[in-house]
């Protein structure tokens, strides 16, 4: 069973970036898509970014659009969230998941995502 692990969470201003990343314990998810999610205190779960298998189709939330960029390095089986002008409303856990089918598209629900990671925290201060 895959392990995702996340790092690069901290605290930081408004207006700074931070670069996340999710390293995979194997090299399957080179076959899947990949998303981030985060979740704020009393708030829902919900998808930030999302990438398809081969890395050539994103999809981002409204609210990050222009800020934040997904990639991956499918040979070193991790994949990034690069957030830049980030804004308190930013502040939450994220997560990176796998989704359930292999060479698939973007997946856009959290349901089609079967794997998860532990989470990193993210503190944007105004």
């Known amino acids: 069973q895959v392990q995702l692990v996340e790092s690069g969470g901290g605290l930081v201003q408004a207006g700074d970036s931070l670069r996340l990343s999710c390293a995979a314990s194997?090299?399957?998810?080179?076959?899947?898509?990949m998303g981030w999610f985060r979740q704020a205190p009393g708030r829902e779960r919900e998808l930030v970014a999302a990438?398809?298998?081969?890395?050539?189709?994103?999809y981002y939330a409204d609210p990050v659009k222009g800020r934040f960029t997904i990639s991956r390095t499918n040979a070193n089986n991790t994949v990034y969230l690069q957030m830049n002008s980030l804004k308190p409303e930013d502040t939450a856990v994220y997560y990176c998941?796998?989704?359930?089918?292999?060479?698939?598209?973007?997946?856009?629900?959290?349901?089609?995502?079967?794997?998860w990671g532990q989470g990193t925290q993210v503190t944007v201060s105004s």
């Open positions: 990438i398809n298998w081969s890395g050539d189709t994103t």
């Open positions: 194997d090299r399957t998810i080179i076959k899947y898509p």
């Open positions: 998941a796998r989704s359930f089918t292999a060479f698939g598209p973007v997946a856009r629900s959290g349901d089609r995502y079967g794997y």
